[in-house]
């Protein structure tokens, strides 16, 4: 795999939510992560410490009370057990980051200090409970404080404000609004039977929290922006659809932007992924999974690829080609490796997706597979609108 693919995909997995290996891996995460909650000179802070990796090694985020903004932590912890730790937030101008000593820890307390321009302050710290987090009726945030006390502690607390309730054919839609991160998204009402409504509304409300969390974390660094924005592709008895677009600048080099849809099967909840509806092999599609799994990349680049390049060649020719005053090659078939998918009434949606050089390039609006050409390669999941 050359290097300009692997940029791709990595660009392309950063903007995907992925959010079914998120759910997975919460209670692994917990298991492995040390939350905290207390002070930092006289502001309330909560603390999260993964665990140290095997040169000593240790990463972390933190957030104030008062803001929530994750800020992000990595250090080191020597043999004693007290860590050295500093502050990743990009500072325009600024080379110097403010920086933690802890003690190690005495039970379930650690105390130690944070120094930074010029200030040094007490940092006290004690190890949160989940037996004494607070309770909640909202899905997604009953799942975290089950699997992830800090991302719980961080969103716990945030209203959702009623927004319109619309009728999409034989659906009921109410949308929500967090107004920290303006991320607006909507629950069913009806439409689905009802035994299938509670494992929709938990997808949609985890997609939800997801995006108020990338919000946050985004945040913390001067000049930074975030904004959302969230399209209905498809709804349907097969398959529901949903574009969660964002643009952002979270400091560093450059601002960035992209379209994360969820793709859900509104008959398990699940999250679908694009060999569930779109499938050229014979047998079990390779899953990428968490240790990103060969047979998937060589089936990917392979023979979904250079397939897709061709169908579309042939379907969209002029397209295609590109405009003589833009530099899009479409023709390149790394462009349609790990393209953003999402479901359409005509067909499946595949976003090319470019270098940062070609940006310009990425999703182009034409790049619709019609449902007659997807349906002689249709997945395990055949959707029929």
């Known amino acids: 795999m050359n290097a300009s693919i692997r940029l791709v995909l990595q660009r392309a997995m950063l903007v995907c939510a992925l959010l079914s290996t998120w759910v997975s891996g919460l209670a692994q995460a917990q298991a492995q992560t040390q939350v905290w909650e207390g002070t930092l000179g006289k502001s309330s802070i909560v603390v999260k410490l993964d665990a140290p990796d095997d040169g000593g090694g240790i990463n972390g985020q933190y957030f104030y009370r008062k803001h929530r903004h994750g800020i992000d932590l990595a250090g080191t912890r020597a043999v004693d057990g007290s860590l050295a730790l500093e502050e990743q937030i990009y500072v325009p101008g600024e080379d110097a980051r403010s920086a933690w000593t802890l003690e190690p820890a005495n039970g379930d307390t650690v105390v130690g200090e944070w120094a930074g321009k010029g200030k040094r302050l007490p940092i006290r710290l004690r190890r949160t409970s989940n037996a004494t987090l607070p309770k909640t009726d909202d899905p997604g945030l009953a799942e975290l404080r089950a699997n992830d006390s800090y991302r719980f502690l961080q969103l716990q607390g945030l209203p959702l404000q009623a927004g319109k ?197 990425d999703n182009p609006e034409w790049s619709v597979l019609p449902w007659a050409t997807v349906d002689k390669h249709h997945g395990a999941v055949r959707i029929k609108p």
């Open 165 to 361: 309730l619309e009728t999409v054919g034989d659906y009921r839609l109410q949308w929500w609004r967090e107004p920290t991160s303006d991320v607006e998204l909507f629950r069913v009402v009806s439409g689905y039977p009802a035994a299938q409504l509670p494992g929709v509304n938990l997808a949609l409300a985890r997609a939800h929290w997801k995006q108020v969390e990338s919000f946050l974390d985004c945040t913390a660094a001067p000049l930074s922006d975030h904004e959302s924005t969230t399209t209905l592709r498809y709804i349907g008895r097969d398959a529901l659809s949903v574009s969660l677009f964002v643009s952002y600048y979270c400091g560093g080099a450059h601002p960035d932007f992209g379209d994360g849809p969820l793709n859900l099967d509104p008959r398990t909840g699940r999250e679908l992924v694009l060999e569930d509806v779109l499938w050229l092999g014979k047998g079990t599609p390779p899953v990428r999974g968490d240790d990103n799994n060969q047979a998937w990349y060589d089936y990917r680049n392979d023979v979904f690829a250079p397939w897709v390049s061709a169908q579309l060649g042939k379907l969209y020719p002029k397209e295609f080609a590109g405009q003589p005053d833009e530099d899009c090659s479409y023709e390149m078939e790394d462009v349609w490796d790990f393209p953003t998918w999402y479901i359409t009434r005509k067909g499946v949606y595949l976003g090319a997706i470019f270098p940062r050089v070609g940006r310009v390039c």
